[in-house]
């Protein structure tokens, strides 16, 4: 997802290293089988933007073996697989892409491709980040295109998407269970007010 404080071709040359100036866009990780939303990373369309959502995908999922591999789809985007590889085994990784067909920035199909491990073509897929993408577009303002309601800070993003995260995690049931019930990280569904009112021990 793409976000914008001021737009990129605005930003003088002496701001291009400023993290707060320009262009910023949200890396997104979703389990398909739970609905699940693992993680996220807010930055530059840089490879240390993405190499930050998968180490944190690496630290808050159980480690992969030969024999229980882990699967991953993604776009088409590079960034994924240098940094899906920097932190998992790819011996203990299955992994496919959905690429868009473009023509002059006009998106008029796609295909799929195996990159490692053993997923068929029909689970190779991205509609599931596709449709979180579409319901914080629908749900959280500054995440609209072209729209006025745009963050000043990054750190804002990442504040309202962490908010965002625990509702869709604990609040938001799909046929009476959260993802994290599905997950058995939690037995009831939560509310607001259990949610602000929780007290969290930190080592």
Request: hydrophobic share 35%; net charge positive.
């Amino acid at each position: 997802m793409e976000f914008c404080k001021k737009k990129q071709k605005k930003v003088t040359e002496k701001f291009f290293s400023n993290f707060e100036e320009g262009d910023a866009y949200a890396y997104l990780d979703i389990k398909r089988e739970t609905g699940l939303f693992v993680a996220f990373s807010v930055g530059k369309w840089i490879q240390e933007t993405c190499n930050e959502l998968y180490e944190k995908i690496s630290q808050r999922t159980q480690q992969p073996s030969y024999f229980n591999k882990i699967n991953f789809c993604t776009d088409g985007n590079d960034q994924n697989q240098n940094a899906l590889f920097r932190f998992f085994n790819k011996d203990c990784v299955n992994y496919g892409q959905v690429i868009k067909d473009k023509e002059k920035q006009i998106v008029f199909g796609n295909h799929k491709r195996k990159v490692i491990g053993n997923l068929s073509f029909d689970q190779i897929s991205i509609a599931h980040v596709d449709g979180l993408c579409s319901a914080l577009r629908e749900r959280m303002k500054f995440s609209v295109r072209k729209a006025k309601t745009f963050p000043k800070k990054r750190q804002t993003i990442k504040d309202l998407l962490a908010i965002y995260q625990a509702y869709h995690n604990l609040i938001d049931a799909r046929y009476k269970k959260t993802p994290c019930m599905k997950e058995s990280l939690t037995s009831f569904i939560w509310s607001w007010g259990k949610l602000m009112n929780t007290k969290i021990s930190v080592d």
